[in-house]
Nanobody
Framework: QVQLVESGGGLVQAGGSLRLSCSAS????????MGWFRQAPGKERESVAR???????YYADFVEGRFTISRDNAKNTVYLQMNNLKPEDTAVYYC?????????????????WGQGTQVTVSS
């Protein structure tokens, strides 16, 4: 079982930036796809960005070029650089991992989840 620990959340003003990190242990990080998801109060969890084991990346439409997902296999870490943040980006952000190679096109493909980190963007 993969253990995932997120960090880097916090309070930022609109237009500001944050960098989220997710450290993985206990699994085959380099052969797993990783994803960032978020859940705002009263809303369903949604995909933000996903990166495959060969670093193919996918972003939700609402990202609009503001976020960048990346991974460092030597450090077993995935990052989400978030720029030009908006109040509507306020949510708990979760890191997730697939359990090895395979599909990573939908939330159900991700079997391991972190505890989440709060991102709050003030207007």
């Amino acid at each position: 079982q993969v253990q995932l620990v997120e960090s880097g959340g916090g309070l930022v003003q609109a237009g500001g930036s944050l960098r989220l990190s997710c450290s993985a242990s206990g699994g085959t990080f380099s052969r797993s796809a990783m994803g960032w998801f978020r859940q705002a109060p009263g809303k369903e969890r949604e995909s933000v960005a996903r990166i495959g084991w060969i670093s193919s990346v996918y972003y939700a439409d609402f990202v609009e070029g503001r976020f960048t997902i990346s991974r460092d296999n030597a450090k077993n870490t995935v990052y989400l650089q978030m720029n030009n943040l908006k109040p509507e980006d306020t949510a708990v952000y979760y890191c997730a991992s697939t359990n090895g190679p395979g599909s990573y096109s939908k939330e159900a493909d991700f079997g391991s989840w972190g505890q989440g980190t709060q991102v709050t963007v003030s207007s």
